[in-house]
């Protein structure tokens, strides 16, 4: 139940949910490949990495620069997605199937391709982590996209799972999370979000980086789970 000597790749792990994850293994004694699509994020990144650790930077909704990635990096034991963009958030009426199909591009087509790519590359014991969201369980007003994105992610997780095994395949599904992800938004109205947010939690905030990461973690230590969608959010789908 280590992930010491094991080799992580960790796709969108140069900020945000990926880098804490990535800290976190590495803490663990893990050998660390992380790549984005910014190659200033990703020498920040290193800067907070241990010595050795791999930093790529592609686009990672690009089939062909994706093959080329992994066939860069050859064999490891796990592979973590957690790269993406602010969702997309709007009411039907107003949202272009431009604007719909954009925000697959990477949270899905980019998962699609690494686990195609990947798949072949895992050691036996070895997973695949994706990530996913609640917004499939509890979608609000103006949620189409952002639900039937993470709606189509955790169906790709269970059917990978059939397909890849014995290579297992899971999903971690945040609530609000303190990432750059929303930094979009002015800081007072941020702030006054995970604050409102928070106190209405059972636990009483929002989460932080470092807490989801553990679960990504541990579904990659745990050995027996797959096809499954680990909820981590603070009590949101409750209330």
């Not at 004694?29 to 592609?58: C, F, K, Q």
């Not at 107003?94 to 195609?116: D, I, P």
């Not at 059917?159 to 290579?167: G, H, N, Q």
Request: charged share 20%; aromatic share 6%.
């Amino acid at each position: 139940m280590t992930l010491k000597d094991k080799r992580i790749v960790i796709l969108g792990g140069t900020s945000g949910i990926g880098l804490a994850t990535a800290q976190a293994a590495a803490q663990e004694g893990a050998a660390i490949v992380v790549a984005s699509s910014r190659r200033h994020s990703v020498d920040r990144a290193l800067a907070s990495l241990p010595g050795g650790t791999e930093g790529y930077a592609l686009d990672l909704s690009d089939e062909e620069q994706m093959r080329g990635l992994f066939d860069r990096i050859g064999a490891f034991d796990h592979l973590v997605f957690t790269a993406g963009e602010t969702l997309q958030l709007g009411e039907l009426a107003v949202t272009s199937l431009e604007q719909a199909r954009q925000a697959f591009n990477l949270r899905f087509w980019g998962a699609f391709a690494a686990a195609k790519y990947a798949s072949k590359l895992v050691r036996p014991q070895g997973s695949i982590v994706l990530t996913t969201g609640i917004a499939s369980l509890r979608p609000h007003k103006g949620w189409t996209v952002a639900a039937s994105l993470c709606g189509a992610m955790d169906a790709f997780t269970r059917a990978l799972a059939v397909e890849l095994a014995p290579v297992r395949v899971n999903a971690v599904s945040p609530g609000v999370v303190r990432t750059a992800l929303w930094d979009n938004m002015p800081a007072a109205d941020r702030e006054g979000m995970y604050r409102d947010i928070g106190a209405a939690l059972p636990v009483g905030r929002v989460g932080e980086a470092s807490d989801i990461a553990q679960t990504y973690l541990y579904l990659m230590r745990e050995g027996f789970s797959t096809g499954q969608v680990i909820v981590v959010d603070g009590g949101t789908v409750l209330v």
